[in-house]
Structure formats: C-alpha cells, structure tokens
C-alpha cells in the first residue's frame, strides 16, 4: 500500500486510516462484499497500532460502510452498491472537518446551561432586560410609522442610520467621519468577523490582548491567523510589547478594546493610547478599535477614542449598541477608509444581503431622539450600583481569597482567585448551586482568573449569586 497517514495533520491518524478506507470503498479499491486486510496486516503496512486500526474499523462500522464480525473479518458491507442513494452522510466528520470552528466546549456549555436552567447569570455579557428602554422603544413604535422600502437596502446599511450614527460619534466620541465611511454590521461580533475574512489571509500575525473577548473567539484561528499576546496591565497594553513584537513577527493588525475593556475592565492610558498611534503610524499597523463600552463609563467621562486622534486613517474603529442599549437588536458599526468599508460591504452582501431594515429604524429613531441622553445617564447609574453591590458582597464574604480592581465604567469585574484551584471544578460546583460566570481561562493564558458580569443580574441576585460562590470557594479550598 503506498498510501500512509500523514503525522503531521491535525487529523487523528485512526479518523484520516478510515477516511482512506472510505474513499477506496466508493472508488472500486475495495468492493463490495469484499474482505479488508486483517487489523494486524494493514497496522504493519501503515506502521501505527493495532488500536489504530480498530477505530478505524469501528468508525466505518458505526456509519454501516462495512460489517465486523467476530472470527471472520472486516468486510466491506454488501448493501453499499445496490443502494448507495440510501448511505447516509457521515454527518460526525462534515461536522468537525469544517473550516469554521466551532465555539471552545465550555463556551457551549456556559451557553447551554445559561438557556436551559433557572441560574444566576453573572456569565453573559449584556443588559438587564431592565435596563432596556422597552418603553421607549414603545413610545417609538407606537408614535412613528414605518414607512421604509422593504427590498434590500444600501450594501452598507440603512443611509439614515449612518448619518444617525455620523452625528452620534462626533458628539460622544469626537469622531468625525460621514455616512458613507460607515457599515452597519450585526453587532460588533460581525464587525470583527468581517476584518479577519477579508482583511487578513492564513499566517498573517496579528496581535490581541490577553485577556480579553478576542482571545476567546475562534475566528482568528479559523482565519489561520497567527495570534499573539499582548498582556494587559492596570493601563492596558503596553505598546512597547507592540513594538518588540512586531519586530519578531511582523504583526499585521492590532485589536484593542481600550475603554472598560472585556474582561478586565482596564480604560488604557492616554499616554499609551498616544505612543500605540504613533507606533502604527511608523510600522503601518492598522488599529482594530473595538470600543463597545466607552459610553457606559460610571462618571460620564469619555476617554479621547484612537479613532478620534487618527488623523491618517490607521484605525478601523467598531462599536455596538450591545451593551449601552439592547444585544438582541444587533446593531454595530465600522468606521474606517472607504475603500475598506466597500470591501466589507460586498462581503456582508455575500453573507447576508445587508442588514434587516426594522433594527436599523427603530436604531436611528432611538439614537437620534431625545430618550438616548437620559438612557445612557440611567445606564451608568445603575451599572455603577451593580458594579458596587458586586465588589462589596465579594469583599464582605471572600475578601481574603479574591482580588480584584474596581472597575470606572462597563459591565465586567475580572477576579483573581488562588490559581491551584481548578476551574471546571469551581464552575461545576457553582452551577449546581445556581450560579454562573465565566472561567478565566476562556479569555486569556494565565491561570486562575475568574470573570463576573454584572450587566445582566439584578442587584439582589448579585449578592446572591457572590454568596454561593463563596461557599463553594470555602469548600474547595
Ligand atoms: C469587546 C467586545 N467586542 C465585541 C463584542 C460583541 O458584541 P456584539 O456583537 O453584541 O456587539 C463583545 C461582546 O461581549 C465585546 O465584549
């Protein structure tokens, strides 16, 4: 046999003998009926184990492509030719040979536990259905008609929003920028998606801080890009990591989430937020500006946006009413240079056919009326309540075994708690008691890190919520 697994694929050696096998199968190699090389021969001939071989046999086994039985061989199931119409997919392999990777498993599972049972949700990042202005939205829908052309829109969304969204930035964040320099996108999450498909190819370098949301998605990693880290401080990032790293790898692209950033709840400082632009303007590096949570700062002060001092167009700046309005409206935004934002545009097209247009009008309705003011004011109120009842409770029941700093504004608290204990064990432990958050492991490389969000909970289930933690804290240790 020429053919031999290859040893350096990431595909198991048994998964890569039996697809091997499959194809012979249905090129005639093997027939019908016909009796396969012994486990013990075709493990010599491949040079792997017997067990290799087992599995493989078992997997062809489980999809009915051939037939064990004991004593007499495996051999090549007889129904396969007459009926091949009725062979069914080997639906398990479609499922994990995909290039687009699936979620890690205990984000699957977090999400899995936070839909199917009664928890305190201190892991999904995003509002209180509370503090959705639900009336408002009602005042909107009930005073205004909808009268929008229901065909598909503009490639990059709804020309009114835009220029919502032009006059919103300019007030709270200092940017100036015009609607056609904008793409509506489904939320931030797409607006990320979107850079790495079309911006990056497999093996570019791109540089991301650890922790943060970024580290726990896998679209970087089906991308095929290559990640690296840039660790977070009190004043987030430092650019001189930037700086040395760009040196070894020639990093490609930066993301950044600077303001109350997603999990440590760290604003980068202004002086860093300075030496990172003029490091980008020296290397040409594009900035990816991810800033969800710059408007839900406790004490309504707004850090100067990257985007607002990039004078030569090196930043593509995202942002969301995720987390300042509702997540299910899945609003976000680009800014960036035209000819980027038309890249995106056509891929967006291809994706989806642009945005549905109900999101964007009551989107621009609400963002362009009087209610966005007043909402944001009562946004940052409660937020900061949650945010004290939340540190107060861990201090009051575990101040000796979590630390933490107390965050200016957004919606997580990132904990640190002694790193011997395991994480999965804590996480099993508190979901049985009816609490949930997020192991720190799913948004950065070192150990021993929790991250609670307080955006979602009410206050009571918060301390509620910290209490059951606290026991099952005391027990493990
Ligand atoms: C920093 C950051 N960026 C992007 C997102 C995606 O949010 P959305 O797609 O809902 O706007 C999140 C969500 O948690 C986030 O924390």
Redesign the pocket.
């Known amino acids: 046999m020429e053919w031999k697994p290859d040893r350096n694929s990431k595909k198991s050696i048994y998964k890569q003998i039996a697809e091997y096998i499959e194809q012979g199968i249905s090129s005639g190699l093997f027939p019908a009926d016909s009796l396969l090389p012994s486990e013990r021969k075709l493990a010599q001939e491949l040079d792997v184990n017997r067990s290799t071989i087992i599995a493989a046999y078992e997997e062809l086994r489980s999809i009915g492509i051939v037939e064990r039985r004991k004593g007499s061989g495996t051999r090549v199931s007889t129904d396969i030719w007459g009926i091949s119409h009725k062979r069914i997919p080997n639906w398990g392999r479609y499922v994990e040979d995909g290039s687009f990777l699936p979620n890690l498993p205990l984000v699957q599972q977090i999400r899995s536990e936070v839909q199917n049972r009664e928890l305190i949700n201190l892991a999904s ?2 509002l209180s259905p509370h503090l959705i202005p639900n009336d408002q939205f009602q005042n909107i829908l009930s005073s205004q008609p909808f009268i929008e052309n229901l065909g598909y829109d503009h490639p990059q969304g709804n020309e009114l929003l835009r220029e919502t969204i032009t006059s919103h930035v300019k007030q709270f964040k200092n940017i100036e920028t015009d609607a056609s320099s904008i793409l509506i996108t ?7 998606h979107l850079i790495v498909e079309c911006l990056l190819k497999p093996g570019d370098a791109v540089a991301i801080e650890d922790p ?3 580290y726990s998605l896998p679209v970087f990693q089906s991308a095929g890009l290559r990640t690296f880290l840039l660790p977070v401080d009190k004043h987030g990032i430092n650019p001189d990591d930037l700086l040395s790293l760009h040196k070894k790898h020639r990093i490609r692209m930066v993301f950044l ?1 600077p303001d109350h ?2 999990p440590t709840g760290t604003v980068l400082h202004p002086a860093r937020r300075k030496r990172i632009l003029e490091l980008s303007f020296e290397l040409g590096i594009p900035i990816v500006e ?1 800033d ?2 710059s408007l839900v700062s406790y004490n309504g002060e707004v850090n100067p946006t990257l985007k607002s001092m990039d004078y030569n167009g090196n930043v593509l700046y ?1 942002s ?4 300042i309005v509702a ?1 299910g409206l ?1 609003i ?1 935004w680009i800014i960036g240079p035209k000819q980027v934002i038309q890249r995106l545009a056509d891929a967006k097209q291809q994706v989806d056919f642009g945005h549905s247009i109900f999101p964007q009008w009551i989107a621009n309705k609400f963002l362009g009326s009087e209610y966005f003011a007043a909402h944001i004011d009562k946004i940052r109120a409660e937020l900061e309540l949650r945010n004290h009842v939340i540190t107060s409770s861990l201090k009051e029941c575990i101040g000796d075994k979590v630390k933490f700093s107390i965050p200016s504004g957004g919606i997580h608290l990132w904990c640190k708690i002694d790193p011997s204990i395991n994480e999965y064990d804590i996480l099993n432990k508190s979901m049985e008691k009816g609490v949930v958050f997020v192991p720190g492991s799913i948004l950065g490389s070192q150990k021993g890190n929790i991250r609670f969000t307080f955006g979602r909970a009410e206050p009571d289930d918060i301390q509620k919520g910290i209490l059951r933690f606290a026991e099952v804290l005391e027990h493990l240790q």
């Open positions: 990042g995003e489904s939320g931030a999450q797409q607006a990320l943060s949301y970024c989430n950033q997603n991810d969800p949570y995202i969301s009413l995720s987390k997540s899945r976000g």
